[in-house]
């Protein structure tokens, strides 16, 4: 809340200069107290870290999105919708469905912004029961004749010798041995509809990565008829079966995810340090990325969570820069900018670049908290007493990652 009146007190002061239509100036102090009022009374936090507000009064907009992860603090007064936030969060963060398969059952869940939604729950005709051609009914084993933990001990039947005495054999195991197959069957046939399923979420609903969930040998049985496009976009694999509850789903799915993006991140930041060098790649420091990303080169922005830096911006080229008081590519006085960061970031997706937020990591620490995967390489890399001397990044990127979960 101190947050939002020292930006509501500042934005007013910014507008008393502006030349605004009286209908106008109201509708804005309108919406002020509208916001100020929902985050002070009426917002429920719950496990929402970060909240989004549109507002128009004039036009009886009102829309308040909240995320359960944070933003960063702002208020802008536009007159058409500010979506870049939004189109941050997008880009930020991939969306990923998790299937869980057993042999009778499946369930798909999508994770993204860290929250999880069950999105389907499927049941197939076992277990118990096959299908009996002749009566084109589906019976219980019982009516077969047959236990149903025969049909349970099927996973242990190949550690029995071959050809080994036992009281399975004759007609009663001939029998069993044909409802066998067919359940086999039955439980391909369940893991190619879930598959075909899967296919179908992923058209309506697109998800950046899959997990599966299950036994192993349910999974790769699942996995084998699963389309070759979503085969590849398998990143993990859990324990989780379908019979589990949705928060034991979350914790083991979040586990596997937050270890995967690590090492994305780990991954980016070893790629970026092998290519920065002359004529490379990648750069490192907050000089060489903002003049790559001046000159539209970004590929990935690479930012330190947390990180703050004032900046500069060159009012004639739009530069932006660390804080020079002349802007290093025209030479024209600049003018300070508060957060650097935020500036950089808006400025990179303008581009279409990619942005990843990295937690504490070596290689960003010794850089000012920013570095870039280029497109290209841009024209000229300025050197500036603030970047680390090339030789103690090349200490770092051979270190241990403080990311790798033992
Ligand atoms: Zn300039």
Redesign the pocket.
């Known amino acids: 809340m101190v947050v939002l009146k020292n930006l509501l007190k500042q934005t007013r002061t910014d507008l008393e200069s502006k030349t605004l239509a009286p209908e106008i100036r109201q509708s804005i102090e309108e919406d002020f107290e509208k916001m100020e009022g929902y985050l002070g009374n009426r917002f429920e936090r719950n496990h929402h870290r970060g909240v989004l507000i549109y507002s128009c009064s004039q036009k009886g907009l009102w829309l308040p999105l909240a995320f359960p992860v944070p933003l960063r603090s702002k208020l802008v007064v536009l007159p058409h919708p500010y979506t870049l936030p939004l189109t941050a969060l997008l880009d930020q963060y991939p969306k990923y469905a998790v299937v869980l398969v057993s042999q009778e059952r499946a369930r798909i869940f999508e994770v993204y912004l860290g929250e999880i939604t069950e999105h389907s729950e499927i049941y197939d005709e076992i277990p118990g029961k096959v299908h009996d051609p002749s009566s084109k009914e589906y019976k219980s084993m019982e009516e077969y004749g047959l236990a149903e933990r025969r049909i349970e001990r099927r996973g242990r039947r190949s550690d029995s010798p071959v050809g080994g005495g036992n009281s399975e054999s004759g007609v009663y195991g001939l029998a069993e041995r044909k409802i066998e197959r067919h359940v086999g069957s039955h439980v391909r046939h369940h893991f190619k509809r879930i598959a075909d399923i899967t296919s179908t979420y992923f058209r309506d609903h697109h998800f950046d990565w899959l997990i599966v969930g299950g036994q192993e040998e349910n999974r790769s049985g699942f996995e084998e008829t699963l389309h070759h496009d979503l085969k590849e976009r398998i990143i993990g694999r859990i324990k989780s079966d379908p019979k589990l509850s949705l928060p034991e789903v979350y914790e083991e799915t979040l586990r596997l995810i937050q270890e995967v993006e690590w090492s994305q991140k780990d991954q980016l930041l070893k790629q970026i340090a092998e290519a920065n060098q002359p004529y490379g790649l990648g750069v490192f420091g907050v000089g060489p990325t903002l003049h790559a990303l001046g000159q539209g080169a970004v590929q990935t922005l690479v930012v330190q969570e947390g990180v703050d830096l004032a900046g500069a911006r ?6 932006l820069n660390a804080g020079d008081p002349a ?6 006085p ?1 003018d300070p900018v508060a957060d650097l960061v935020e500036e950089t970031i808006e400025q990179a997706i303008s581009q279409s670049a990619q942005i990843a937020y990295v937690p504490r990591h070596p290689l960003l620490e010794q850089s000012g908290g920013m570095g870039a995967l280029l497109r290209y390489q841009p024209e000229k890399i300025p050197t500036s007493p603030r970047e680390p001397p090339n030789d103690r990044i090349e200490s770092l990127r051979h270190a241990k990652s403080p990311f790798k979960l033992d």
């Open positions: 060159c009012p004639s080229c739009g530069h802007c290093p590519e025209c030479g024209v600049t």
